[in-house]
């Protein structure tokens, strides 16, 4: 990102000089980029990331959903694991949904972010029956955090 603070002809010197024109702008905090503008930027750089992530585990419950009992899993945005499976019997379905609670560089997730991302595949599903799970229906999957959405 680059930001223009302030443009202005400087002449040495004189009364309007450009380097006391910006002094005076950052002292009176007009200067940008503020703290707002930063949190700003922060906000948007998190929003774009969960867009990703989102996008990356949809793929992975479409996936799943064209190939029932077959475990699918990928490192959503190339950055945290997560698994899908899904399951159809007798035109009721369910879908199972893990990810992860430390990323692939080992840093531990916010709970938030997980519960963002089971919340949009809920609503990509819905609807749905919703039920956080402790169990994986193929075996112990460890540091993950599953969740089982019913299906009609």
Aim: charged letters at 30%; aromatic letters at 10%; one cysteine or more.
């Amino acid at each position: 990102m680059v930001w223009l603070c302030a443009v202005r002809r400087r002449v040495e010197g004189s009364d309007d000089d450009a380097f006391r024109w910006f002094a005076d702008l950052h002292k009176s905090g007009r200067l940008l980029p503020t703290d707002d503008d930063r949190l700003r930027d922060k906000a948007e750089e998190a929003r774009l990331l969960f867009g990703y992530l989102k996008g990356d585990l949809i793929e992975l419950v479409d996936g799943a959903g064209a190939d029932p009992g077959v475990e699918r899993e990928t490192d959503l945005g190339g950055w945290l694991p997560s698994r899908v499976i899904a399951f159809e019997e007798g035109g009721v379905g369910e879908i199972w949904c893990g990810v992860c609670v430390r990323s692939a560089d080992g840093n531990f997730i916010r709970a938030e972010t997980r519960d963002l991302l089971f919340a949009a595949v809920e609503g990509y599903l819905a609807p749905v029956e919703f039920e956080a799970r402790g169990d994986w229906p193929t075996g112990d999957v460890g540091w993950f955090e599953a969740v089982r959405l019913g299906l009609r």
